[in-house]
């Protein structure tokens, strides 16, 4: 009796190509989840993103963060061109790739809704509560100046920020950081999402 090619390679690498497969973003990259449960791989799928987006932006903040990156490598080509001493070249090279890189990563903050927890990126940190440790999720009024911008430690709380807004605030249950504060386009609705993912 003669197997059928497809059976064959089930019963022989654990996964068929040929059935029905969905396709799950995990960060820049693209993975193919199987029927049987395991990635291209072979290993088990644990994590799939449910829900992401990025974070909203002021129109002010995008002006502050590229007009000081623009000043900066306006200075560099000044100096080259000015014939300035290497060590002066060096710090201003060195200043605008700094300030290139940080500019990079803030305008990369996102926030995910995965099956087992919610996680919030700004590259190259990124900080994620599994659903078993959410105590208590609510929205905050306006973040206050003095915040800053980016990755802000306040003690024993964590927030990503992107502009000055209502945000999401997730309190753990334990943990060196507590309360995670998130400032996603819409907060009422991220929670919602989280909600109907925790069940």
Same mark, same amino acid.
Request: proline share 4%; aromatic share 12%.
């Given at each position: 009796?003669?197997?059928?090619?497809?059976?064959?390679? %089930?019963?022989?690498?654990?996964?068929?190509?040929?059935?029905?497969?969905?396709?799950?973003?995990?960060?820049?990259?693209?993975?193919?989840?199987?029927?049987?449960?395991?990635?291209?791989?072979?290993?088990?799928?644990?994590?799939?993103?449910?829900?992401?987006?990025?974070? &909203?932006?002021?129109?002010?903040?995008?002006?502050?963060?590229?007009?000081? +990156?623009?000043? +900066?490598?306006?200075?560099?080509?000044?100096?080259?061109? @000015?014939? @300035? &001493?290497?060590?002066?070249?060096?710090?201003?090279?060195?200043?605008?790739?700094?300030?290139? +890189?940080?500019?990079?990563?803030?305008?990369?903050?996102?926030?995910?809704?995965?099956?087992?927890?919610?996680?919030?990126?700004? &590259?190259?940190?990124?900080? %994620?509560?599994?659903?078993?440790?959410?105590?208590?999720?609510?929205?905050?009024?306006?973040? &206050?100046?003095? @915040?800053?911008?980016?990755? %802000?430690?306040?003690?024993? %709380?964590?927030?990503?920020?992107?502009?000055?807004?209502? @945000?999401?605030?997730?309190?753990?249950?334990?943990?060196?950081?507590?309360?995670?504060?998130?400032?996603?386009?819409?907060?009422?609705?991220?929670?919602?999402?989280?909600?109907?993912?925790?069940?």
């Amino acid at each position: 009796m003669t197997m059928n090619v497809i059976e064959i390679i %089930r019963k022989t690498m654990g996964w068929c190509p040929m059935m029905s497969m969905k396709n799950t973003v995990v960060d820049s990259g693209m993975e193919y989840v199987y029927a049987s449960g395991t990635k291209g791989g072979g290993t088990i799928a644990s994590k799939t993103t449910i829900y992401e987006e990025k974070a &909203p932006y002021s129109n002010t903040i995008k002006l502050v963060m590229v007009s000081g +990156l623009f000043i +900066l490598a306006i200075l560099y080509f000044i100096g080259t061109f @000015a014939k @300035a &001493p290497e060590q002066a070249e060096f710090v201003l090279l060195l200043a605008v790739s700094v300030s290139a +890189l940080v500019m990079w990563s803030f305008f990369s903050i996102k926030f995910r809704i995965t099956n087992d927890g919610v996680e919030a990126v700004m &590259p190259p940190f990124k900080y %994620r509560i599994p659903f078993s440790e959410i105590k208590e999720m609510k929205t905050i009024e306006d973040i &206050p100046w003095y @915040a800053g911008w980016g990755l %802000r430690l306040w003690g024993r %709380r964590l927030a990503f920020i992107s502009m000055r807004k209502s @945000a999401v605030l997730i309190e753990k249950k334990k943990g060196f950081f507590r309360k995670l504060i998130l400032t996603t386009q819409n907060p009422e609705e991220f929670i919602k999402r989280l909600e109907e993912e925790m069940g």
